[in-house]
């Protein structure tokens, strides 16, 4: 709030704020995760390419359905923005807010990453995660954000009125423009809310306010996701490096990002279907 609050508490404010906190979407309600699968088709998988996002630059990379893939921090602690799109029409993609509300602000293994309406199906699950061990901290923070959207420079040019073009949201339109061939303007409204891969981020207790604290991330650390459809990818090595100070601009130590896509063995796949468009018609209730 900008000003203190300008009303008195009524007399049964207490009562009021003592409500239950209801989970809105319980764990139990989603598909479940089935470990023995996914680490079945991790066990041996085969490495088919390798690619390497030099830092504050971006790059765009597809992902058969079926296959891996992982993100790791091949030099130092690095956030990585991440976009993905169904490969076979963009504008099918990930849609942070659901993934959000559907596991919680940070997401880690044996979470999915949830496409927006009207498909509402898993793109991609998380099999392995490093940082898995983070947690929450004593400040409330985790790592790999979808509660931040990405750095721009609409944000940046409104704040400080300069202007910057390493920002991830730069760095995503630049990818998938020369992806997908496509001029900058039709690019940029592809570009959506990331996952903040290795972010570590929450909210400040009594204001709420969004804070950024130095990725716990190290030279190793890694995230893997298994494509549950056909995916374009695109991955930005953030400017803020481990975002422990600030972003936009050439001032923070960067990294560059590592990913590497992998098939799974023979016969590890048998009975898995990449994931059906959701079940509901559309109708909204119109006969
Ligand atoms: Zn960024």
């Not at 339109?173 to 592809?190: I, M, Q, Y």
């Not at 959506?192 to 604290?213: E, I, S």
Request: aromatic share 10%; glycine share 8%.
């Amino acid at each position: 709030m900008a000003v203190p609050a300008q009303n008195r508490e009524p007399a049964d404010a207490a009562e009021r704020r003592s409500a239950a906190a209801v989970t809105v979407y319980r764990a139990e309600q989603l598909p479940p995760y089935d470990r023995a699968f996914y680490e079945s088709v991790r066990d041996g998988m085969i490495r088919v390419d390798a690619i390497t996002v030099p830092p504050r630059d971006a790059c765009a990379f597809e992902v058969p359905a079926g296959h891996l893939f992982r993100v790791a921090n091949v030099a130092g602690p690095q956030v990585g923005d991440l976009n993905l799109w169904n490969a076979a029409d963009l504008s099918e993609r990930f849609y942070s807010g659901k993934t959000r509300a559907l596991h919680a602000t940070h997401v880690s293994t044996g979470d999915r990453l949830w496409s927006n309406f009207p498909w509402l199906r898993a793109m991609a699950t998380i099999t392995h995660d490093t940082l898995d061990w983070y947690g929450f901290d004593q400040s409330g923070a985790g790592v790999h954000d979808v509660i931040g959207t990405r750095c721009d420079p609409y944000t940046h040019h409104l704040l400080t009125g300069a202007d910057y073009h390493r920002c991830c949201h730069s760095n995503l339109t630049r990818a998938v423009a020369a992806a997908r061939d496509l001029p900058l303007a039709k690019a940029e409204s592809h570009v959506h809310d990331v996952v903040n891969l290795f972010m570590c981020t929450g909210y400040q207790r009594g204001t709420n306010q969004y804070f950024m604290k130095a990725s716990p991330a190290r030279r190793g650390d890694f995230v893997e996701l298994f494509a549950e459809i056909d995916l374009l990818v695109a991955l930005s090595a953030c400017p803020g490096g481990d975002c422990g100070a600030g972003h936009s601009s050439d001032r923070a130590t960067c990294h560059p990002l590592g990913v590497e896509i992998f098939r799974p063995k023979e016969g590890r796949l048998a009975g898995w279907r990449p994931a059906p468009p959701n079940g509901y018609r559309g109708r909204h209730g119109v006969k």
